[in-house]
Every structure is written in structure tokens, then in C-alpha cells.
């Protein structure tokens, strides 16, 4: 079976090559990403890996449809950029729902100690032999408020580092886990009583018409003056001009952003050569308060392999048994897990 691997990158190749040649796959690894004009070179495989910022549209889609390809394989877990509406009925949508909710969790708060402790101008100082302490004062997590948007796989693990730092937790969902309130230290909130008493702010619900600009210049209103937030979910969640202006206003203390809603030209590369053409994107990276790493949350060596093998699994799964339970179906009009595996043949 052949599959072409859009938008590789050198450390996925070494555990996909072992997934892949576990069970007879081989992977023809493109750098480039799919897109309208790339999806040609897709033709001859049976199917197509690719990662968040590929671009599943409805274009791409029909024309691998019309080359007899079968099947998408996500090796990530949001889905946003494949137009599932579309997809539903043409061609499989696999996805890795979940494989280290750690890495990024612990990414979340690797931005937030590194933002409030000024780890980031502390290391340059030093490395200058610059040892000065002013302008280098932090703020203590220990009894702050974290507001958490999102308390699925990720939301959880990072409510639970928080409490680890002993920070009292208001979250908000659209479907709360209600045995996770304990009443006292993680208390389930509406979002105008996160916003409002948050002295920290993280995202980890998933991209949707429902959140896009889910941060936008109302909610930022409603903000403490001084939070912080930190965005390793999606860019889009937040509305990246509200978030600059509540900066220089100073409303925004300072903000964590592994992720930005223009990124799929620029993350992922090498752009040190070039003029940043992206104002926004360069405005932020100046402030001393923002820190900005380009979607690197999940990039660890355990969530690269489980990644590989889920990826693998859905694949050699759904063309064994024409099944796979990590399988994306579109039902009453949005996308969602089709968990018994049994979507349309
Ligand atoms: P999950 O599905 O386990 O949890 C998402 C939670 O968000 C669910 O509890 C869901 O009910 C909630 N939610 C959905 N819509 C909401 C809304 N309108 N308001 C509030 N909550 C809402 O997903 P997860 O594995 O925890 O991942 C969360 C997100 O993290 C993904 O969607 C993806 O965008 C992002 N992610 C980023 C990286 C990275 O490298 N930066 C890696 C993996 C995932």
C-alpha cells in the first residue's frame, strides 16, 4: 500500500518508516503541503497523510476522489482544515484523537513560567554575561486563578499541573464533566465568570465556527487587567488584532501563543533569510511580553511515536475490516467522532 505524506518533516519520517514498514506501507514523503496545487502529486497512492496546516477542501477532496483515493489520514487531532461536509461520503477522514495530552499541557505552562518568570530575556542576559535582575520580576502562581476554555484531554492534564502549583481553576465547557468540579478548587463557571476572574487564561477546546474568535475585543473587555493568555490550541480562537491592541493598551498582561491564525505559511519553516511580510505576526514577536513558538506543543519523542503507530493502526484497521473507530463522520451538520467505526462504504 503506498501513501503520500504531505508536509513532512525530518523527525516524522524515522517513526512512520517503522510503523509503516511494520505492515507493508510505504510512505512517499512530500515536503510540501497538499493543497489545490499540489494534490496531483497524490496520484497512484491509495491514500494521503497529512498534518494541520494541509489544506482538505473541497477542491482537494474531488480531485482525490476522481484519482480513486480512499483515504485521508490526519496525523493530528484537530480536524479544522478538512471540510468534513464535504469529505462525508467521498473519501474516509482518519484522525489520532489522542496521543500525549502531556506534551502539550506541559507545553501550556513551559509558556506560561518562561512568560512570567522572564525565563526568555533572562537566558539571553546571561548568555551576555548579564547578570542583572532589574526588570526581571515575576508574579507568583501559587493562589492566582486560572480560567481553563476546554476541558477535554489536554484542558484536564493542564488543570492538573495547575493544581499542582496550588492555582484555583474556573473552567468553562460546553459539555463539563461534571465529576471534575470539586466545588472548591476547579469550579465549572458560564464564560463571562471565567473572563472576569481569571488571572490566566488557556485554550484547549478545539477550532469551530462556534470559536472562532472565541477571544475577541468583547471578551478581552470583560478581562482582569493584567491576564494572561495562552493559546496552544488553535490561532484562530483568538481574534490576533483584539489580542495586539488589549497589549498596548496594557489590558493583556501578556500572551502565550504557540499557535496564530495566519501560521500555515510561516510555522513549520525556516523564514530567518526573509522579510517578515506578516506585520501582525512581527508586531507581537517584538513586545517583550508575548512569546510566540510555532506549533510545537505536541513535538515530543512519545507523542511522535504514538502519533506513527495511531496513524498506521487507522490505516491498516480501515483496509482490513473497512472500519476504523478513529473514523470522522459529518452528522447533523457538524463533524464528530464516528466511534463504532461503521460510516459509509
Ligand atoms: P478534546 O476533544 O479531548 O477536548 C476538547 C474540549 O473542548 C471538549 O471537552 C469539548 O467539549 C470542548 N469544547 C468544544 N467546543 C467548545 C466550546 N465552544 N466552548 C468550550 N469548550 C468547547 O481535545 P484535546 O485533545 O484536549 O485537544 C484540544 C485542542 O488542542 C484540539 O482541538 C487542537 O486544536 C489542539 N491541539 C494543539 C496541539 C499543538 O501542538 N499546539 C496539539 C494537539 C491538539
Do not use: W
Amino acid at each position: 500500500m503506498r501513501i503520500a505524506f504531505f508536509d513532512t518533516k525530518p523527525y516524522d519520517r524515522d517513526f512512520f518508516d517503522k510503523y509503516g514498514e511494520m505492515n507493508d506501507i510505504s510512505f512517499k514523503y512530500y515536503e510540501t503541503k497538499l493543497n489545490e496545487d499540489t494534490v496531483g502529486l497524490a496520484n497512484g497512492s491509495d491514500g494521503v497523510c497529512v498534518f494541520v496546516n494541509d489544506t482538505v477542501n473541497a477542491t482537494v477532496i474531488d480531485k482525490l476522489t476522481e484519482m480513486g483515493i480512499k483515504i485521508v489520514a490526519l496525523r493530528c487531532a484537530g480536524f479544522n482544515n478538512v471540510d468534513m461536509k464535504h469529505a462525508y461520503g467521498k473519501i474516509h477522514v482518519f484522525r489520532v484523537p489522542a496521543y500525549s495530552p502531556y506534551a502539550v499541557a506541559e507545553h501550556a505552562m513551559a509558556l506560561l513560567l518562561t512568560s512570567i518568570r522572564r525565563i526568555h530575556k533572562a537566558y539571553i542576559r546571561s548568555r551576555d554575561f548579564n547578570f542583572s535582575l532589574s526588570g526581571l520580576t515575576g508574579f507568583d502562581l501559587h493562589g492566582k486563578t486560572v480560567g481553563v476554555i476546554g476541558t477535554g484531554k489536554i484542558g484536564r492534564v493542564f488543570v492538573d499541573i495547575c493544581r499542582g502549583f496550588g492555582m484555583k481553576v474556573l473552567a468553562y465547557d460546553i459539555f463539563p464533566a461534571k465529576e471534575f468540579d470539586n466545588g472548591d478548587t476547579v469550579r465549572y463557571v458560564n464564560m463571562d465568570e471565567l473572563l472576569a476572574n481569571s488571572d490566566i487564561i488557556s485554550l484547549h477546546c478545539p477550532l469551530t465556527e462556534d470559536t472562532y474568535h472565541l477571544i475577541d475585543k468583547n471578551a478581552i473587555d470583560k478581562c482582569k487587567k493584567g491576564v494572561v493568555i495562552i493559546n496552544t490550541s488553535r490561532g484562530a480562537l483568538v481574534d490576533t488584532d483584539a489580542l495586539l491592541e488589549g497589549i498596548k493598551t496594557r489590558k493583556i498582561g501578556a500572551a502565550c501563543l504557540d499557535v496564530y491564525e495566519e501560521e500555515s505559511d510561516l510555522f513549520f519553516e525556516d523564514n530567518s533569510g526573509h522579510i517578515m511580510e506578516d506585520d501582525t505576526l512581527a508586531r507581537l514577536i517584538s513586545m517583550p511580553n508575548v512569546i510566540v513558538t510555532s506549533h510545537q506543543a505536541f513535538l515530543t519523542r512519545e507523542a511522535l511515536e504514538n502519533i506513527a503507530q495511531t496513524t498506521v493502526n487507522n490505516i491498516v484497521e480501515f483496509t482490513k475490516n473497512n472500519q476504523c473507530p478513529n473514523e470522522l463522520c459529518y452528522k447533523s451538520g457538524e463533524a464528530v467522532d464516528c466511534k463504532d467505526g461503521k460510516c459509509f462504504s
